[in-house]
């Protein structure tokens, strides 16, 4: 198996000097093609700041990230924000739809930045939509769905491009519990289809879906294991 997440020695301070924090403190961790990997940590573990370092939404202080084989430590914001579009599907824990957009319209978004053309992007999103089952609910807005069918389209828009990774950040955070299980089973069959899924959670229960869990405490990976 590849790596596809390959983070070496990464360090994020802020406040550098007196008053400094290590939000990440000497991280190092990989990520293969085709895992299932959640990263578990309290409140101020600094599981926040090492989404933001694998999303690409952040650089670090010093160390290495290579993602997908290529070294994205220090690139510049619009380097990073290539990198987002092309790389990574993210499922947020607050949907983040267009109010006034339909699901189809919501899913196509993505598509639209890779210069995906109409008709290519409006097949891609609607078959999304179907994966996850939300084939009857194409045409409705968010506003006209419950919290989890409106997770579902976020899942359908995060996979709809086929990134190479999928980063769900507490993406049952906003659900209830019948709804957070079929969040969980939707994930669990795309990995079976060999998605890569980082989930980041601060629930042992909802980590438990994951092959494999990582847990941080204090900017350090205190803990890595498989299930299998």
Known sequence: MDALIDVRDLYKIYNPGENEVHALDGVSLSVQKGEFVAIIGHSGSGKSTLMNMLGCLDVPTSGTYILNGRDVSSLSDNELSEV????????????????????????????IYRKVDKNTRRKLAEEALEKVGLGE???????????????????????????PLILADEPTGNLDSK??????????????????????????????????????????????????
């Open 84 to 111: 987002r579009n092309d790389e990574i599907g993210f499922i947020f824990q607050g949907f983040n739809l267009i109010p006034n957009l339909t699901a189809v319209e919501n899913v196509e978004l993505p598509l």
């Open 137 to 163: 609910r194409m045409r409705h807005k968010p506003s006209e769905m419950s919290g989890g069918q409106q997770q579902r389209v976020a899942i359908a828009r995060a996979i709809a491009a086929a990134p």
């Open 179 to 228: 709804s957070t299980q079929d969040i969980m089973n939707i994930l669990d069959g795309l990995n079976e289809q060999g998605n890569t899924i980082v989930l980041i959670t601060h629930d042992d229960g909802i980590a438990a879906n994951a092959r494999r869990v990582v847990r941080i405490m204090d900017g350090k990976i205190v803990e890595d294991f498989c299930r299998d």
